[in-house]
């Protein structure tokens, strides 16, 4: 459960959500920002409970899908360690606003989303779930403390968070290919 958990994190990349938003001088929305982890994570939940039929149904074997998934999470990390966080955009001004742009893409991230479907091929429902929870958390509580974090020490560590989601890729990988 721990290598999951660890998956979901670089998925997710705190570090890269707290960068999402500009900085600006507006009140900290935690509601807002609670609903969109909690939509991301029952998204995640629902493509976790779906992954037999979403591989039945794309006519994959789960080592397939596991060394797709592990392509996704180390392109994106190689992303992150290359060129650093994305530009930030203007926070959405209304809380729905907010709470889908945390949710999607900021927490639901593409890494994220294969991540769940292997996670509960190989190690179960239950599994995918904290993974998917602790994941979406870290995310949500990286957006509330972001303007606690200098520019510079934010900016390392969605690299380093980048870094190892390039070997947890590859890990992730390569388990999919000695399963195939």
Do not use: H, K, Y
Not at 85 to 95: H, R
Not at 141 to 147: E, I, K, Q, S
Request: glycine share 12%; net charge positive.
């Amino acid at each position: 459960m721990t290598s999951a958990i660890l998956a979901f994190l670089v998925a997710v990349n705190p570090a890269a959500s707290a960068r999402a938003f500009t900085r600006d001088r507006r009140p900290d929305r935690p509601v807002a920002i609670a609903i969109g982890a909690a939509i991301a994570v029952a998204i995640l939940v629902a493509l976790a409970a779906a992954s037999e039929t979403l591989l039945d149904a794309l006519d994959l074997s789960a080592g397939t899908f596991r060394l797709g998934a592990g392509v996704v999470v180390a392109v994106t990390g190689l992303r992150w360690l290359v060129l650093g966080p994305s530009e930030g955009v203007a926070e959405p001004d209304s809380g729905r606003a907010l709470s889908g742009f945390v949710a999607f893409p900021t927490l639901l991230t593409p890494g994220a989303a294969v991540l769940a479907v292997t996670v509960r091929l190989s190690d179960g429902l239950g599994t995918a779930v904290v993974g998917a929870s602790v994941g979406a958390a870290a995310g949500a509580a990286a957006l509330l403390w972001r303007r606690r974090v200098p520019v510079v020490i934010g900016a390392a560590l969605v690299r380093i968070i980048g870094a190892a989601a390039v070997v947890i890729g590859i890990g992730i990988g390569v388990d999919g290919v000695q399963t195939m």
